[in-house]
C-alpha cells in the first residue's frame, strides 16, 4: 500500500513540469544592466537557426560572444555614443522604414493569410440564391436585402433547390436548383464574404444574406472534402467540328488512344494526333490547375487519375475529345511555401481593405479617439470658396483648437492644416464632387486614419515583442559598430608604429610560398604561328619577344602565382608552358608560359598590409574586450543558465 502510495506521488512528481522558465528571468548583467533570457532566445535562435539546440557547448559558446557583445555596447554608452544626433537620426530612420506597414503585415495580412490557408484545406459543396441590386440607388440597395431577409425566413434545406429555380438571378446556376459544386478557397475576387460565411457555417445550412457585387447571396452549405488541391496534366485533343458529325473526331481520339495501348509514347502521338496547337510539341502539357477551371468531366477524369502516369480513356468536353495523362499532383503546399502566394492573393482582394478599415476603426476605440466637435465646426465654419486652390491659405482658428485627441496625445488645427497641405492635390481634386465642409469631412476622416495608424506604431515596442527585439538590435548594432570603430578599426590603420611593431612582432606569419612569374602571349591572327613564338620565346625575355615579332601581331602581359594558383596546364618550374588555346571568334590566339621561379621569402609590411591590419585588428579587439571585462562586471545567473540549455 505504502509503495503504490509513493510510486503515485513519485508519478504526479515526474507528470509535472519543471518550474517554467520566464523570458523575464535575468539570464546575466553587465555592470549591473540586465539581460534576459526572451532576449538571449531570441538572438540566439535567430543566429544559429536550424542549429540551435540549446545543447550545453551550443549555448556557453554564444554565451561568450553575447556578453563580449553586451560589454562593447555598454562601453559605446559609456562614451556617450547613444546621444550622438546622426546616430539617432539612423536609428530613427530605421525605425520609420521597419515599422512602415508593420502594423498591418501583423494584424492584417498574416491574419488573412491564415485564414485563407486555413480554408484551403478543404472544398465546399454548396448552392446559391442571388438576388441583384438593380442600380447603386441605396433605396434599391435595402429593398433587395429586405427581400433576401425575408426569404431567408422562408428557404429550408430541403425546398432551396425549388425556390433557386423559381427566383435565382443567377442564370449560370438557376437551371441546376442553384447549384455551385464544390468550390476551393479564395472565391474569386470580392466574394471573400461568401467564402467566409461557407466556410464557417455548419453542413446543411442554409446562411445569408450575404453581400457581394453581385447582389445578395442565400447559400446552402452541402458538403465539404479534404481539398483536391492541383493535379498536372497533359492531354491530347481532337475537336469537334461545330457543324458536322462527332463521330469523326471521336473515332480518331480512339485511334490515338491504341497507339498509345500498343506503346507509343505519349509525346508522339500528342504530337501526332492532338489539335491542340498550344501544347501538341510540348508533349500536350497544360500544367497544373485545380477545381473549377475547366469544364467538369474533364476536371473530374483528371482528378480521377490516381497514380503519375496514368492516362484516361477518352472522355468528350464541350471543345472536343480528349485523352489525359497524369503528370503529376500536389496538395495544400506547407504555409510557408504558400505564403508569398497567399499574400499576394489577399492584398489584391478587397478583403485587405475591409480588414485595414476594420483594424483603424478597433484601434480608434482601443485608443479613446475623440473628435472635438464644437471646434471642428468652429474650424468649419471659417472655411471659404479658396479652400480648394492648391497654394490657398489655410483657416487658423486662434488659440489653435484641438480637433483630435487619440491616446493621450492631442492633435490641433495646425496639424490637421499641415496634413492639407501634404495633401494639397488630393484637397483640390474634392471641389468638383464637394462643399468646402463636405470635403473637409472627407479628409478629416483620411487624416484620422493617419493619426490612429501613427499612434499604434508609436507603441510597437509596447505590443509586438519581435519589434522591440528588432530595434534593441539594430540599436545596440550601431552603437557596436561606431565603438569598434573608434576603438579598433581605426587604430589598427592609422596607429603606424603599432602597425609596425605587431609586424615585427609576427614576422615570421607572413610569407611568400615559391611563386612563378608567368608571361601571357596573345597573337593576332594574321601573324606569326603560337609554334614561332613559342620557339623563340624559349630563352628570351618578354620584351625581345615582343620586338621580335612587333607590338601589333604579339602583345604580352605578365603575373605572379604562387603553387596553388598557377593557371591550368603549367607547372611551377622555368619554361613550362600551356597549350596555345584559339579564341573562336577573333581567331587569335594564345599561350602562357613560366619565365622564373621565385623561392619562398619573407613579406614586407608593404606586401602584406592588409593582412596585417586584420590581424592586428583581432589583437586590439582582444586586448579591448580584456579591458572591458576588468572594467565592467559580467555576472551570470547559474540556475537560470542551468534550465536555458537541453540536457
Not at 531 to 538: G, L, N, Q
Request: hydrophobic share 40%.
Amino acid at each position: 500500500m505504502i509503495k503504490s502510495i509513493l510510486g503515485l506521488a513519485c508519478a504526479l512528481f515526474l507528470s509535472l513540469p519543471i518550474a517554467a522558465q520566464n523570458d523575464d528571468d535575468v539570464l546575466f548583467t553587465v555592470d549591473g544592466s540586465p539581460v534576459t533570457v526572451g532576449e538571449f532566445r531570441y538572438i540566439y535562435t535567430k543566429t544559429n537557426g536550424d542549429s540551435a539546440d540549446f545543447s550545453r557547448a551550443s549555448v556557453l559558446e554564444y554565451l561568450d560572444l553575447y556578453e563580449r557583445f553586451k560589454l562593447k555596447v555598454a562601453r559605446a554608452r559609456q562614451m556617450g555614443l547613444d546621444t550622438v544626433a546622426t546616430l539617432q537620426q539612423e536609428l530613427e530612420g530605421y525605425r520609420k522604414q521597419l515599422a512602415d506597414n508593420y502594423l498591418i503585415d501583423r494584424e492584417v495580412t498574416d491574419q488573412l493569410v491564415r485564414d485563407l490557408y486555413a480554408r484551403k484545406q478543404e472544398d465546399v459543396d454548396f448552392s446559391h440564391i442571388l438576388l441583384s441590386i438593380p442600380s447603386s440607388d441605396p433605396a434599391d440597395t435595402l429593398a433587395v436585402y429586405e427581400r433576401a431577409r425575408e426569404l431567408q425566413q422562408r428557404i429550408t434545406a430541403e425546398n432551396f433547390a425549388k425556390m433557386a429555380t423559381q427566383l435565382s438571378q443567377d442564370t449560370y446556376s438557376r437551371s441546376e436548383g442553384g447549384r455551385i459544386g464544390f468550390v476551393s478557397a479564395p472565391l474569386p475576387r470580392g466574394m471573400h464574404r461568401l467564402e467566409k460565411a461557407l466556410y464557417e457555417a455548419r453542413t446543411g445550412a442554409v446562411i445569408g444574406p450575404v453581400r457581394t457585387p453581385a447582389g445578395y447571396h442565400l447559400a446552402l452549405k452541402h458538403a465539404t472534402r479534404p481539398a483536391y488541391g492541383e493535379v498536372e496534366i497533359a492531354h491530347i485533343l481532337l475537336r469537334k467540328d461545330p457543324e458536322g458529325d462527332a463521330a469523326a473526331a471521336r473515332a480518331k481520339a480512339e485511334e490515338a488512344r491504341k497507339a498509345l495501348d500498343a506503346g507509343t509514347p505519349f509525346a508522339e502521338v500528342a504530337a501526332t494526333y492532338s489539335e491542340d496547337d498550344k501544347t501538341r510539341n510540348q508533349g500536350g502539357y497544360i500544367g497544373f490547375f485545380g477545381i473549377n477551371r475547366y469544364d467538369k468531366d474533364f476536371e473530374r477524369a483528371a482528378f480521377a487519375l490516381e497514380q503519375d502516369g496514368a492516362v484516361s480513356p477518352v472522355i468528350e468536353s464541350p471543345v472536343g475529345f480528349h485523352i489525359l495523362k497524369r503528370v503529376s499532383r500536389r496538395g495544400v503546399q506547407p504555409l510557408d511555401d504558400e505564403r508569398p502566394l497567399l499574400e499576394a492573393t489577399v492584398r489584391q482582394d478587397p478583403r485587405y481593405a475591409e480588414a485595414q478599415r476594420a483594424l483603424l476603426e478597433r484601434l480608434e476605440k482601443e485608443y479613446g479617439t475623440t473628435t472635438m466637435d464644437a471646434n471642428l465646426e468652429a474650424y468649419i465654419a471659417g472655411l471659404d470658396s479658396n479652400f480648394f486652390q492648391l497654394d490657398a491659405a489655410l483657416n487658423q482658428p486662434a488659440g489653435d483648437p484641438v480637433l483630435l485627441t487619440i491616446g493621450d496625445r492631442k492633435l490641433a488645427s495646425s496639424d490637421f492644416n499641415a496634413y492639407l497641405m501634404r495633401n494639397a492635390r488630393l484637397r483640390a481634386s474634392l471641389e468638383r464632387r464637394y462643399t468646402p465642409a463636405e470635403a473637409v469631412d472627407v479628409l478629416f476622416e483620411g487624416w484620422t486614419d493617419e493619426q490612429v495608424k501613427a499612434y499604434a506604431e508609436a507603441q510597437l515596442e509596447e505590443k509586438f515583442p519581435e519589434f522591440r527585439a528588432l530595434m534593441r538590435e539594430y540599436r545596440e548594432g550601431i552603437l557596436l559598430f561606431e565603438a569598434t570603430k573608434l576603438e579598433v578599426w581605426d587604430k589598427a590603420s592609422e596607429d603606424t608604429l603599432g602597425l609596425q611593431r605587431f609586424f615585427e612582432a609576427h614576422r615570421d606569419d607572413y610569407r611568400f610560398g615559391p611563386r612563378a612569374r608567368v608571361i601571357t602571349y596573345e597573337i593576332s591572327s594574321g601573324g606569326p604561328t603560337a609554334a614561332e613564338v613559342m620557339d623563340y620565346a624559349t630563352g628570351h625575355d618578354r620584351e625581345s619577344v615582343v620586338e621580335q615579332f612587333g607590338p601589333e601581331t604579339v602583345a604580352s602581359g605578365e603575373s605572379l602565382y604562387e603553387a596553388d594558383r598557377l593557371p591550368e596546364g603549367i607547372k611551377l618550374e622555368a619554361g613550362s608552358r600551356t597549350a596555345p588555346e584559339t579564341d573562336a571568334t577573333t581567331g587569335a590566339q594564345s599561350f602562357s608560359i613560366v619565365a622564373e621561379v621565385l623561392p619562398a621569402r619573407p613579406k614586407e609590411l608593404h606586401e602584406a598590409r592588409g593582412y596585417v591590419i586584420a590581424d592586428y585588428q583581432d589583437q586590439l579587439e582582444r586586448e579591448w574586450v580584456a579591458s572591458l571585462r576588468k572594467e565592467f562586471t559580467v555576472q551570470r545567473n547559474k540556475k537560470v543558465l542551468a534550465k536555458l540549455i537541453k540536457p
